[in-house]
Structures are given as structure tokens and as C-alpha cells.
């Protein structure tokens, strides 16, 4: 399933890292946006989670699955993704703090830590799994 152990481990590294950095830029929208306009939250919200997603997305293809394979089709399936996730994950956050008295930050914790487990599995075996390691390195410039 997984063929070379170190290789699959510095790919789910380089995902958590980019993950990671796709959240800073999903919170910085939100923040700014919320400051600077007069926008509604789930609009401010929306903007943020999109430009993440792109953002990683587009580090993930490049850089941790290492894909040459027809990106419309790959986005089309992460797009997919997102279609459930966003609305499934905004009604457990709804029904884990206005039901089950959770605070939101453990609630939000939860989803993100689900989204990057099953979107990770996701785009390796799904979106990628055909096209994985298929991208050919640049040569160097001497």
C-alpha cells in the first residue's frame, strides 16, 4: 500500500506542513476581512477557506504528491470534497457547541484535525493516487 515508508512519511510531513500554512492564510483572511469590511462572517469565512484551499492545493500537487496530472480534473475532485466536508463539518461544529456545550475551539480543533486526516487520504489515494511522483524534477540551472 504504501511502498516506500521514508517517502510516505516526508509526504505526510510536507502536507501537515502545508496544511498548516493554508490555516494561517484561511485565519488572516477571516481576521482581515472581519476588520476591514463590512462583510458577513460566513462570507469573511467562505474567501478564507477558498484562498487555503488553493493555496494548498496547489503546494500539495506540486511539491507533496508531485503530480503531472491534468490539474482541473485534481481540483474538480478536491471541489468535491469541500462540496461535503464544509457543509458536514459546520453542522457537527453547530451541533457540538450549541447542543453538546463544547467550547468552539475544541469543536474547531476537532473538524480541523479531521479535515487534514481525511483530505490527506483523500488526495493521495483519489485525486493523485493515478498520477503520484509523476511530475518531472527541473533541472538545475547552472
Known amino acids: 500500500m504504501f511502498?516506500?515508508?521514508k517517502k510516505e512519511a516526508l509526504r505526510v510531513l510536507k502536507f501537515?506542513?502545508?496544511?498548516?500554512?493554508?490555516?494561517?492564510?484561511?485565519?488572516?483572511?477571516?481576521?482581515?476581512?472581519?476588520?476591514l469590511t463590512p462583510l458577513p462572517s460566513w462570507s469573511c469565512y467562505l474567501v478564507g477557506l477558498v484562498l487555503s484551499v488553493l493555496w494548498n492545493f496547489t503546494l500539495n500537487r506540486k511539491f507533496t504528491f508531485q503530480s503531472a496530472g491534468n490539474v482541473p480534473v485534481a481540483m474538480a475532485k478536491v471541489a468535491?470534497?469541500?462540496?461535503?466536508?464544509t457543509p458536514l463539518s459546520?453542522?457537527?461544529?453547530?451541533?457540538l457547541t450549541e447542543r453538546a456545550g463544547w467550547p468552539p475551539v475544541a469543536a474547531d480543533a476537532l473538524c480541523m484535525?479531521?479535515?487534514?486526516?481525511?483530505?490527506?487520504?483523500?488526495?493521495r489515494f483519489f485525486v493523485f493516487g493515478k498520477?503520484?511522483?509523476?511530475?518531472?524534477?527541473?533541472e538545475a540551472h547552472s
Open 113 to 123: 484535525a479531521t479535515n487534514l486526516i481525511t483530505e490527506f487520504l483523500y488526495q
Open 3 to 5: 511502498g516506500n515508508k
Open 131 to 138: 498520477s503520484l511522483d509523476t511530475a518531472q524534477p527541473r
Open 16 to 35: 501537515v506542513l502545508f496544511s498548516a500554512s493554508a490555516g494561517l492564510i484561511e485565519a488572516g483572511t477571516i481576521f482581515l476581512l472581519e476588520t
Open 80 to 85: 468535491a470534497y469541500y462540496a461535503v466536508f
Open 90 to 95: 459546520t453542522w457537527v461544529v453547530h451541533l
